[in-house]
């Protein structure tokens, strides 16, 4: 018995030390989105264009389209965190998560987990259809896209962040959001509007934690040579979580959910660290 605890102990410090020391690793390494020496005229340049496109962010009204409380701590923290004091957050959730009849707390919790994240009760929006239950099922686009229509009008909105095509975790519900944005873009009158997806990574990079951005950080200091249609075709955005505790701390307003493999998760995903967006 002693020899499988010890045994136990050693495969979870196994896990867990490396984890740390990346942890501390990433605040050591400086992050260049506050590096302003530039070593290259090629890095003004990056630079330039990086607070160009930062600053067309100032003031805008951006709306964290979801599926179910507790996806806007699981996954979209650090961009929320990143974007919470430049521009004007709403977040819309799809449903109540009522699978197992709790759905009342869970939506007590969502708005709790907001105001951690810094996202204010009255621009949060929670969905009770039921067309738009909370389970393994694909959900109508045309559902979808119509309550997000009346948020775009309600709160002005002009860029969406949400979903991609696999929903990270290939959840039907999350796949079904990202379906429901996309028919909007085909409408002439959301020409304009700007759609953002979190883009799923293979299972082994979703759980490399703060390895991640770790890599992350050694590979953006390595010089790179690429064409203009490369540049084109790459990453939208990158958002290095600037509190990941802060992140943690949304997460565990959702009691309802916290499970033991949910703490590993928000411990282990690379979500918890770090959110890369394409354009749609």
């Known amino acids: 018995m002693k020899f499988e605890v010890h045994k136990t102990l050693i495969v979870l410090l196994s896990l867990i030390i ?3 020391i990346s942890l501390v690793l990433v605040q050591l390494i400086p992050n260049n989105n506050n590096n302003n020496k530039d070593t290259t ?12 496109k930062e600053s067309l962010l100032v003031g805008k ?14 996954f979209f923290a650090p961009t929320i965190l990143s974007l919470h004091s430049t521009a004007t957050l709403s ?4 449903s109540t998560g009522n699978y ?5 707390l869970r939506e007590k919790e969502l708005v709790e987990s907001c105001k951690v994240l810094g996202i204010p009760s009255e621009n949060v929006r929670i969905i009770n259809e039921d067309s738009l239950q909370d389970g393994p099922n694909y959900w109508n686009s045309e559902d979808v896209a119509r309550f997000v229509e009346t948020m775009i009008a309600d709160y002005n909105i002009e860029e969406i962040i949400t979903f991609d095509e696999y929903g990270i975790s290939s959840h039907p519900n999350h796949i079904s959001v990202y379906n429901g944005v996309s028919s909007l873009l085909a409408k002439p009158k959301y020409a304009a509007l700007h759609v953002y997806k979190l883009i799923t990574t293979n299972i082994v990079r979703k759980y490399t934690g703060p390895l991640e951005v770790l890599y992350q950080k050694i590979a953006s200091k390595v010089p790179k040579r690429t064409s203009n249609q490369q540049q084109q075709s790459s990453v939208a955005r990158c958002y290095i979580s600037p509190d990941v505790f802060r992140g943690w701390k949304a997460m ?16 282990f995903s690379r979500y918890s660290y770090i959110n890369t967006l394409e354009q749609v």
């Open 18 to 20: 490396p984890l740390l």
């Open 41 to 52: 005229f090629e890095d003004m340049m990056r630079r330039k264009a990086k607070e160009e």
């Open 61 to 74: 009204n951006i709306l964290f389209l979801i599926a179910h409380p507790d996806d806007e701590a699981m």
């Open 91 to 94: 977040l819309l959730c799809l």
């Open 100 to 104: 197992e009849s709790i759905g009342n």
């Open 252 to 267: 565990a307003k959702h009691k309802t959910q916290l499970l033991w493999f949910r703490y590993l998760f928000v411990v």
